[in-house]
């Protein structure tokens, strides 16, 4: 087991750990601490909220969540002689839920984990326009395996991995997000939920930054919820054990954070908090190609190597969407968002067909390891995309036949009151 | 080797076969034959275009094609007792290029195939913004490998699949998918390449219809580009050998038809003809399940079971792409589209690096198998996909290193004359 | 699909083609064709017994078949430029059953392929001392996929591979197999079956030899039953589609020969017997590295690269054995073959607790893509060896639960009368 | 993470914990610890020497060791309601090195490990004919992935898996195995190394038993070395997370105990102590199958079912061994465990084309994750194995060439001063 360069004490909020984190892109957040390219260490992680989820029955404490918050990132970790133009070379070693003696205790990743779908005014989700109100699933931590007493009959390897890391911007990259997001916003400034996030003062925590420099990050700092240049929240759910990942350095010592572990995830993350989400700790491996951005020809986002230790599976149900909305028979042009989401539709009735309710459907398909394929996007005017589903995490047979579908009564997933 | 109930003469049309064929969805093409639940028995198929295309080192004929004649289908073959609203079992048994004693010749699947990347001004394709010419690469077949003149260093295991497979739609559903599109088209009809394709009685060809009934199919009969509710042209690589697909029917009969045959292709095909197309055999086992439809929530789009032989690969190199479009530092929301397409040009800049042309690349991107994947879809405002590559597809080593890229001379793609 | 540069008229016996193959190994077979280093070709291969097994519903065939005429093999192939020393590199491009026009027919490989358990008294097999009768279970195929009316509940796809292909043994390598093998005999020389084979004039063909070189071969020959230096009959399922053999080469022109083709096996081939016997065809690449025996270090045996695109399985349910013979209470010392041996028994008791009879339960394991491996051949006094049998193969469930296995009427396996 | 039921303190002997284990087989160890069906619990292990082996550069602890005191035991754990006749379902849910608190130190497990090869005089090993001398090499952990000072060039993922669990045997059992080991011991009484190791009084440590009870496990409790019929020291690699045992139950109570975790092995073990040994923790889940060995025919062995999380590889280099002794050129009747020692010596002759040693081929052997299989066994005279080695596991090119292996100076493991 590597250093600890990054501790978190999981019954403080990371506003009040030692050394604490922050929740927004900016390149003045104080280093926390300094690594040599070469070296292995571990860094603790809060839960993306900075837990304010409950293990208990009640969707209410996610329906009523402060995303002010969020994401709660540990670092920025420091890399020696990092400068702008090199690629951050970081190796997942390994990650995990909360270690003794914090293995047990009030937060996620404390033994248990959490999958929650947002309420449409809160957060929404993929699939918010069907599913407009919260509701969540408890996990309990097996090994590598998670079981739900909201979800039975359902049992899997978990796809553990960082849903969030990064390297922080630069001022210049910074401006040109803040700049283009708020563009997009201006199309549309009142939706609901907004097209993106404008900086935001509230709750903003900017590391060890004091006074005028905590101002000035809580004033400029990007939200941390989209991926973008300097890596961020990918959620992408092959950066598991094992994965190489090669970031854009764009300040001096590359300043690498991040947090929002997750012990599985479908691709898509669909119910917007659709991993099975925790605290804990990732421990890595760093070293530098220098000059590596103008090299391999990387100029926007990290390129990376997943980890060869992924659950095996061999058998799928998969389903298909094509970009038409069939409820009101609309197409649009090679829309592969539309598409993927009629997949996801697709497969939530056909699990109804079984005795889940659309809401555990929901839950089960944001986080069991399922792939969200790109399978066409030339074939004018639809787009196509296939969901692929693992049939072994069932344990009844979901594959179709001429008998039809085993009904049982399957409980339900926690509600709003 | 099961019975051949559709025989393809490979040295003709497709329009001149004893029993021809059809190129568009309609309910009311004559079917070819008749086979039972529970039979096996081959399809032979001609290439999409009908063998516009050859195997030369000039990308004229891609630029050239005459695409009103698309896609040439065999079929329409009836199932007995089928009804609308049964799901029709199609056990996907085997398939491959043309075989004795048809396999040599002239027309792509006789020892050959192709990848086109399509001219803005005629098809277009997923990057065609940034290559807007045509170029094409030749494929030779060794067994289930494929090698390219026009690819060198690139070898690798095709995943052998149809690109198109489909029942034929009721009146109904063909008349809303006809609104529907058209919608579409109204919406920018000047558009190049355009939004939709309405129906064309040009080059039309209705199987054995004859008269009035072929100039019935011509006038209404659907384009067979996209993927639809009958299936269609999904160019979901992973139809491969062992694949079960369960098809909505929509008609007495279900007339499956189909053609379209793959010996490669990577998620998207996004050169638009990104496979390497070939004509060849396919050979089905068909069976039904009855109402499956309506007991499996089965209302849009076919489900599938994928086969259990696809070319095991475990190294991969990953590439990101947000929906953002850097070129203009433009951010479009959740757009999973823009995001595949910005990874694949993360993928293209970088093997320029190892000595590729860009048409290379993308032809290289288009029919290796790659996997693409919606990995984060609720991520406001960015959308993440991803792009793997696998490694051992190459005969020089690929990743990153310190030491930088291995470039070399690798030539070029056929370009245009 | 490449030149057929040897080929076989299933209607006939190996002895009765145009230009017969041969079925003992010797140094002076003469050549049946040239090919150059990086060319591919095509064989055509009888099935090992020269079809002497039929596609009924008694074993008596296997009972009574004339082993004297095996293995029938395709070949001499000479290699231009080939010397001793060098390495052959094979590619194995392609495999399968007999194609058209020879698709259907009474010859093994025609459409179906025979598992059998052989007699003790002519050929025995692994449990020869608990299975001493013939028995027999007939195949169909269904694309890569086969299912035996003797083994209901079963389907499965088939790692195809040729159990025999090697080059032709130096005068001098004869010597030493006929002199090493015929001690071995010495020790127990009246044994059933019997230590090992001596060259036997009987029913030998030595190609296109006639006169006194015929004689020659027939009484020098090394029988064809073993694996030995110059490749033979390996048995190994993992030559599979895409592999790559390094053969060392002991003679001018290397003289590759082969056949004994098999639809699917698992390790160990048990019932001697084992795999789904058939003809068909094989697709070959050959190249050389000269002097490659002494560069590798490869003095005995060849080397391979299994291919990448066998089936894919993620569950297995697992036996094991030790070196005890638990029937009599005897320790053996480190001896794997017993181990392999009780673990296959183990199996075979496991199976019949589902309604097979042990006849069926042997001819699946000796056929089905089962693993079976050296797990621990150090902890004295007991070796161990694992037997790893996929549970996808069974269209029941065939794991342990608290709930007892569901036995059912499962038919049996072709016996003797 | 679970309730930890038996605590080792990483800085004393086993014999020394406040609850010791044992290092015999004997049904009337007293009980650690008792735990219900259904239950989820954690067990810490010592590495298998009880720790003698050292962090450092000499062979001189492993040419030394004292076998007398081996496998250091934890447990038995007993299972409520479990009685002879029953099925013992034992789920690995998770193992690994030394946690917290105990994560660095001097016995192997915290932080590091080792693989030896034993002295012909003191243990021997598969290969102690060729390398009767000690050797050693140390290996660092980096999450799931080893590396090792001495043999450098090499970085794989374990499969990590405990090399010994088991429950205890009944009276009566206990006297079979103690009869028959001693029959085999008889047949060549002065052989070096033993065939068999009898009860041995000295060292012996029976937990928490006493006085005469105690006495009696000394001289009559069987040796841990092999797997018999109550588990025991299997050394499957296969093993690790995610698997499901089955393990008959031969007393009440069942009495689970166990250690010797491998972080990594190869199929067969082969220098002996070929794993990477360490001590660590492993967790557990456990359930009863009420007389599940008659319903499952489970009379000798366990059975398992395998985790799905191994590490993938999609490239081997296949070695390929006969049971002839090619030194004396013997032939040995259908000798398993000659055709795989064959197949070891031509992937050590192999290695050592690289640059590496012989000792450092050998330790690589046992410790990485390569495949062992039972390839042929009826092909008379000559049983067939074949030995799959990961490519992937190198950071240079190790398959054959044209161009000849790429030598260099790879150093040296550990070795006798």
Redesign the interface.
């Known amino acids: ?1 590597p250093e600890v360069v990054f501790e978190v004490d999981q019954s403080k909020s990371m506003r009040d750990q030692a050394v604490p984190g922050h929740n927004r892109w900016h390149p003045d957040v104080p280093v926390a601490t300094m690594v040599r390219p070469g070296s ?1 260490f571990r860094v603790e992680c809060r839960e993306w909220t900075d837990a304010q989820i409950g293990n208990n029955d009640s969707a209410n404490d996610v329906r009523d969540v402060d995303l002010s918050r969020a994401h709660m990132l540990s670092g920025p970790i420091g890399v020696e002689g990092a400068e702008p133009g090199d ?1 951050l ?1 970081v ?4 990650l995990g ?1 909360c ?3 914090q ?2 205790g009030d937060a996620p990743g404390q ?1 248990w984990g959490y999958t929650g779908i947002f309420a449409r005014t809160n957060g ?3 699939l918010t326009d069907y599913f407009p109100d919260s509701a969540k699933a408890i996990w309990d931590f ?4 998670a079981t739900s007493r909201h979800l039975p009959g359902v049992r899997y ?1 978990g796809i553990t991995h960082p849903g969030l890391f990064g390297t922080a911007p630069s001022a210049d990259l910074l401006a ?1 997000w803040n ?3 708020q ?2 916003i201006d199309r549309e400034p009142d939706r609901v ?5 404008p900086p935001l003062r509230e709750s903003s925590l900017g590391g060890q930054a004091t006074g005028s420099l905590a101002d000035q990050i809580a004033a400029e700092g990007a939200r941390t ?5 300097n890596g961020g ?6 950066f598991t ?2 994965s190489r990942v ?1 970031y854009p350095v764009h300040v001096e010592g590359a300043k690498l954070s991040g947090g929002d572990l997750h012990f599985s995830q479908g ?6 908090c ?1 991993a099975i989400e925790m605290g804990g700790y990732i ?1 890595f ?1 760093v070293d530098l ?2 000059g ?1 951005m103008e ?28 970009s ?1 909305d ?1 409820d009101t ?9 539309l598409a ?4 996801c539709l ?1 497969a939530v ?2 699990l ?2 079984f005795g889940y309710t659309g809401e555990q459907a929901y839950l089960l398909l944001g986080s069991a390891p399922i ?16 969901l ?1 589903l693992p ?2 995490i069932f344990d009844f047979d979901i ?4 008998s ?2 085993t009904a049982a009564d399957r409980g339900m997933s926690a509600v709003t009151s």
Do not use: W
């Open positions: 087991m292995e690629l070379v190796d997942i070693l390994d839920a270690q003794p003696p293995e047990y033994g929404g989700g993929f097996h090994g590598q395996v390897t040109r700049r283009r997001e563009a997009l939920p907004p097209l993106a996030l919820v989209p991926a973008r240049e929240n990918h959620d992408i759910k092959n054990r094992g090669y691709d898509g993350e669909i119910t917007f659709g421990d491996g190609i220098k590596g090299t391999y020809g990387v100029s926007t986002n990290p390129i990376f190597m997943p980890g060869n230790v992924e659950p095996r599976y061999s058998e799928f149900l998969t389903f298909i969407g094509i038409v069939h028979d609309t197409n649009e042009y090679l829309d592969a968002t993927y989401k009629r997949a697709n009735e056909y109804k067909k792939e969200g394929r790109v399978s066409g996007v030339v074939d004018i005017p639809n787009a196509c995309c296939s692929y049939t072994a594959r179709p036949s001429a039809g579908p």
